[in-house]
């Protein structure tokens, strides 16, 4: 008795061909090839060698041109010692120091309680104004007030 085992077509004893391919190990090393990426992309940006800029106190340079407004917590604003009653008389003051040469710059000194909309007033009116520089003046935390490089 002869039993057949095999597919009734290989009847000529050779074995099918599997012509697909098997994509499993291609998967697991794309996968481990984009973990390897990810954990070395960080360290390689991170490791380039820069000098970094120092951190300076620069003391403000008061000159008489200079132009000092006060925000205080209120939100008034003060060009000076007198107070401005609205946003377009700034503006219109400013206009008037903006054609001088060389253009003054305005210091805005801003209260540690003022909401930032109101300092935000001025230096839009800085800018309706045509005023090229606008700083701000702070004062630096007490250990630092003290260090010099």
């Known amino acids: ?6 597919s ?4 000529d004893g ?6 697909t391919i098997n994509t499993t190990p291609l998967v697991d ?13 960080p360290v390689v940006t991170q ?7 120092k951190e300076r ?33 700034l503006v219109a003051r400013l206009k008037l120091e903006a054609v001088k040469e060389p253009q003054p710059e305005v210091h805005i000194r801003g209260d540690n309680e003022v909401r ?4 935000g007033r001025v230096v839009v ?8 520089k606008v700083g701000f003046i702070t004062e630096p935390p007490a250990g630092i007030a003290a260090r010099q490089d």
């Open 57 to 89: 106190n620069v003391p403000t340079q008061t000159r008489p041109e200079n132009i000092v407004i006060a925000v205080n917590r209120d939100g008034e604003v003060f060009w000076g010692m007198e107070r401005i009653p609205d946003t377009e008389t």
């Open 29 to 41: 090393v794309m996968l481990v090839l984009l973990i390897i990426f990810l954990i070395t992309i």
């Open 14 to 19: 050779q074995e099918q061909l599997n012509n």
């Open 47 to 53: 490791t380039i060698q820069l000098e970094l800029p």
């Open 1 to 6: 008795m002869a039993m057949n085992v095999g």
């Open 125 to 132: 009116a800085c800018q309706r104004a045509g005023i090229f």
């Open 116 to 119: 930032y909309e109101s300092v």
């Open 8 to 11: 009734p077509d290989a009847g």
